[in-house]
Nanobody, 121 residues
């Protein structure tokens, strides 16, 4: 089993920056077999959506709405994924969830509890 713990959310003015962190803890075998890690978000009344993810090989994928503003990175030895968010907009307000997928398809996707990001005008 793997647990994902997010940090770094908060309240920031539009145009500002935040950096989210997510560390994976738990059984070593499971942590060592995480492939893709990423971030999703869910705004009030909307469905959860992919923000960005990164495969174990370093391939990244971004939502069109955040391209050029957000950057995902990983520190594999530390089992940590980061999301640097710049030029934040009001519409970036949401709960941000960390996500990790095992390289073994029979293992369910792991989710963090989420961290609130609120952008003010």
């Amino acid at each position: 089993q793997v647990q994902l713990v997010e940090s770094g959310g908060g309240l920031v003015q539009a145009g500002g920056s935040l950096r989210l962190s997510c560390v994976a803890t738990g059984r070593t075998f499971d942590r060592n077999n995480i492939d893709t890690m990423g971030w999703y978000r869910q705004a009030p009344g909307k469905q959860r959506e992919l923000v960005a993810d990164m495969s174990g090989g370093g391939i990244t994928n971004y939502a069109d709405s955040v391209k050029g503003r957000f950057t995902i990175s990983r520190d594999n030895p530390k089992n940590t994924v980061y999301l640097q968010m710049n030029s934040l907009k009001l519409e970036d307000t949401a709960v941000y969830y960390c996500n990790a997928k095992s390289r073994f398809s029979y293992i369910p996707t792991y989710w963090g509890r989420g961290t609130q990001v609120t952008i003010s005008s």
